[in-house]
């Protein structure tokens, strides 16, 4: 993760911080479109780490907006099997609305503006309904479990804070 903050700051964004192991990056955009973004982390990501992937960017906005679409953070739900799957372009959400139709047992899926809710009891290794929507999008979507959205949120607003104090 050292490696992928250095590379973004690098790419000239700011105060670039990651959240586990899993490829998380936060970062102070200086008003950088994320198509652009996007484009300059996988180029510098394969240069740099021979890695071929595919980047989703979310703006700050935008996760503000997935926290307060999620219709199921409540306390029924234990926040590690709510997964929420955030696409990289718009069209994919229609992609998934086929799936909302579809019974899923114990699973539930919500489609909102930006993203997929999916509470998966058993867990994600389990469920049918997160390995459909990963199967249906594949590496146009990207899925963390409700715990680490709280997390990226929560680091979101020190990134901001911490730009602020630069400016």
Do not use: C
């Not at 021979?50 to 703006?59: A, C, G, H, L």
């Amino acid at each position: 993760m050292l490696e992928l903050r250095e590379l973004a700051r690098s790419l000239g964004f700011g105060n670039p911080r990651t959240l586990l192991n899993s490829g998380n990056l936060v970062y102070a955009a200086h008003g950088k479109p994320t198509e652009d973004a996007s484009i300059l982390l996988e180029q510098g990501i394969m240069q740099r780490m021979k890695v071929s992937t595919r980047v989703v960017v979310v703006t700050a906005a935008e996760l503000d907006l997935i926290v307060e679409e999620n219709p199921l953070d409540n306390d029924e739900i234990d926040p590690s099997r709510l997964f929420v799957s955030i696409w990289r372009d718009a069209y994919d959400r229609a992609a998934l609305l086929p799936l909302v139709e579809q019974e899923w047992g114990d699973e539930q899926l919500h489609v909102g503006s930006r993203a997929a809710y999916q509470h998966a009891p058993e867990g994600a290794s389990e469920s049918q309904l997160v390995n459909a929507v990963a199967d249906l999008l594949g590496d146009r979507v990207t899925a963390r479990n409700w715990n680490t959205v709280g997390k990226l949120h929560a680091l979101v607003d020190d990134v901001a804070a911490a730009a602020n104090e630069d400016a």
